[in-house]
Every structure is written in C-alpha cells, then in structure tokens.
C-alpha cells in the first residue's frame, strides 16, 4: 500500500468515526505515528472534513546524521556495570592543525601516478610546501602548508573524491 493510500485511510478514519466532534482519535494518531517510522519521515500532517491531524517526532542530528531520540529506559538493565572510566576528552570541532580542501574534486597525494607522495605522516614541512593536489574541473590546485610543522595524519587516499572543508592531513 502506498504512503497516499494509507494518508487517505487515515482521512477516512478521521472523517468517518464515531468520536464526537472535537475528540482526539487515538488509533489514528498511532497510524501516523507508525508511517512516520516506516518512512522515516519526521512529520505529517492530514486534513479532513474540518479535521486537521499532525503527529510529529524529535530528531537529533549526530555527525551529520539524522537519528531519532528514542525515550530513556525507565529502569537499568539487570546485567548493568558499573560506568567505566570515562573516555579522553576530544577536541571540539576542527583540528587546530588540520589543512582542509578549499573545494569538491577529487584529491591526489602525488605530482602523478607512480610518483612518491608530497609528503607521508612524520613529514617536516614549512609554510608553501606543496601537501596534496585537489583536481576540479581538469584544473591541478595545489595545497599548500599554511604553517610549518609535521604531518601527524593524513585523512584521505589517493584518487579519493573529497568535499568542500572535508579534512585532508593534519599538521603537529
């Protein structure tokens, strides 16, 4: 059955019940409440016959996903442990080092194929040394280092395609 097929039952439902004007149908909320998930959507509203229905739920976004928040367990599971230490605090935000592609295209570690890369993790480098190159519309765009200091990680590969502010290496 289709989304509009089951939007029309709802209507349906809404429009042709026994309640009393004005009444909350319930079964209906739960059927909207249902497509909701089934779909994934996060909201829904139907009218009809002067009945206006909305059922909506609260997303959070986490790394650039959208997850819903599911509601907390009212008691702790039997097997609980007790909380391990809690993990190293991570940095908020960006590495105060990492070098980011100013563009969408698609990335190269070296001058050309077979060639030894611009740099490898433990590289020294100093401001305008050549890092990466980012190819964009059949234009080589060199990434240069915009401060001296090592390469402690290199986040991307060769040939890869990146995003615009995507992270490619960052320097120590």
Do not use: W
Request: one cysteine or more; glycine letters at 10%; charged letters at 20%.
């Amino acid at each position: 059955m289709s989304i509009r097929d089951e939007v029309k039952q709802l209507g349906a439902l809404l429009s042709n019940g026994t309640k009393p004007k004005g009444a909350i149908d319930a079964a209906a909320i739960r059927e909207l409440a249902e497509l909701l998930t089934e779909t994934g959507l996060t909201e829904i509203e139907i009218e009809q016959g002067g009945f206006r229905l909305r059922v909506t739920r609260q997303v959070t976004v986490i790394s650039g996903g959208v997850t819903p928040v599911s509601p907390p367990p009212t008691t702790p599971p039997p097997s609980a442990q007790p909380a391990a230490e809690p993990a190293p605090k991570k940095i908020e935000g960006p590495h105060p080092g990492a070098v980011t592609s100013p563009m969408v295209g698609t990335v190269y570690t070296a001058p050309q194929p077979g060639a030894p890369a611009f740099v490898k993790i433990g590289d020294s480098v100093k401001e305008g040394d050549t890092l990466l190159i980012v190819e964009a519309m059949k234009t080589m765009n060199p990434i240069v280092a915009t401060r001296a200091g090592k390469v402690g990680e290199i986040c991307v590969s060769d040939g890869q395609p990146v995003e615009f502010g995507q992270t490619l290496l960052v320097l120590e």
